[in-house]
């Protein structure tokens, strides 16, 4: 679809849907790279902490990198778009530094394999990075209609809900299962070839989808801004809506890597609940719910009352449900908690009855924050180019991604500073590790506790977030004004 009268421009239902598959293809490496604490200790050969560490120094130089992407993103406008380039470009540096990260350096003398997974790791982060940033710079392009955006956060959501619901069960229950319910290299390969491959598909569908909106006739003001590092500084002080985004999603991010984190699982199924196959048969129950809340309302909602509305419903349900779910731990009897398939399944009971439930509104609710958040950064691009005149979609995404880098990228140290405390210094927790409290303690804390203060931060945040509904109408109203001024001129 072309533009309108007013300036607004939409897509295609398969464009919003194919560019969508950006957010699964870039998921499919973070959900490798989830076990990489278990490939360090067991293949590299290194401690639990500086393991764990390792992975949060890797997660800060990619928040570190992100500026400095975001700034070439908005000065690019070549043959083949703003956007392409860097989904091809990201696709071939992080594969071919992951076969090298799995299957090259353990091959090096003992004494050499950390430094130079390192490095490699470091270039990889580079790729990851590269194509990332296309998820939040291409969407201003794909539609400012604020009726459409949030279409695409549905899809965005509802590729999300398959998605961890699918890998899950991939990585848990099938692949760890079948390898003996140990990340050996054969689990560590097996892993890596289907991660890969069905990011390639994805990416390839996501460039097609992208060749259409790609253009600069779609681009904020019509064209490319002049831009300088400078910018950063004047958008962090005075763009009030991408500081409260920051603050509501890097906080969320935070618990939410602590809570996906494979030893917080392990620890929660496996140990507190002495059944880590149900981690994997959970989300296959959560899929459907997660997708009725995500049409409702990341959808349906957003497009009626604004993305502002969504987050903020999403963040009090998920509230709710989140100390729930502490209770019924604290007061039940986890040990009781089977589901069918996950192949010790004896019947239902009171725990794993209010278990699933409080769960389903939980999963529900938290996902429509998850994926609101990723659109409502185009909406924060939108008002910057209302607020200062420039067009600078790759600078606020990965403004954003910096921020919410640097803070989420203290899960992993977290989880593994909380396991060293209670003695886990050379290896981490496994299925067969004894219960203990202080277990209970650390599970509760990643899987539970970290996600009530990001909801919490989320709920103070959109107090003070300024894009409603009637003020998106206004901006893009004001955007058309400039791209005709800027057609003259």
Known sequence: MGKDEQGIHKAKLWQLFGFSLNNVATNMYLWLMTFISYYLTG?????VVL???????????????DPFIGFVVDKTNGKFGKNRPFVVIGQVIMICMSAIMFFVVPNFPKAFRFVAFVVFYAFYIVGYTLQCVVTKSAQTCMTND?????LLSVFIGLGNAIFFAAMPYYSYTYLLKKHHFSFNMDFFTEHWIFCVIFSVVCSVIVIISLIEKDREEFYGIGGVSKVSFKDYVEIIKNNRAIQMLVVSASTDKLAVQAKGDATITLIVYGIVCGNAAVSGVLNAYTIIPNMIFIIFIAGLVSAKFGQKKSMQIGSWGALFSCVALILLFVLGDPTTLSLPGDGVFKGWTVFTVLFLVFTLLYNGFNTVCSNVVITMTADCADYEVYRSGKYVPGMIGTLFSFVDKLISSLASTIVGLM???IGFTHALPTAETPYSTKLFIIGMVGMYGLILFGLICNIIAMKFYPLSKDKMNEIQEEIARIKEQNKIA
Do not use: E, F, Y
């Not at 293949?43 to 401690?47: A, E, S």
């Not at 393991?51 to 990198?65: C, H, K, N």
């Open 51 to 65: 393991a764990s560490s390792l992975v949060t120094v890797m997660r800060i130089w990619d928040g570190v990198s």
């Open 146 to 150: 604020p009726k459409q955006r949030p």
């Open 419 to 421: 396991c060293a405390a």
């Open 43 to 47: 293949m590299i050969g290194v401690g």
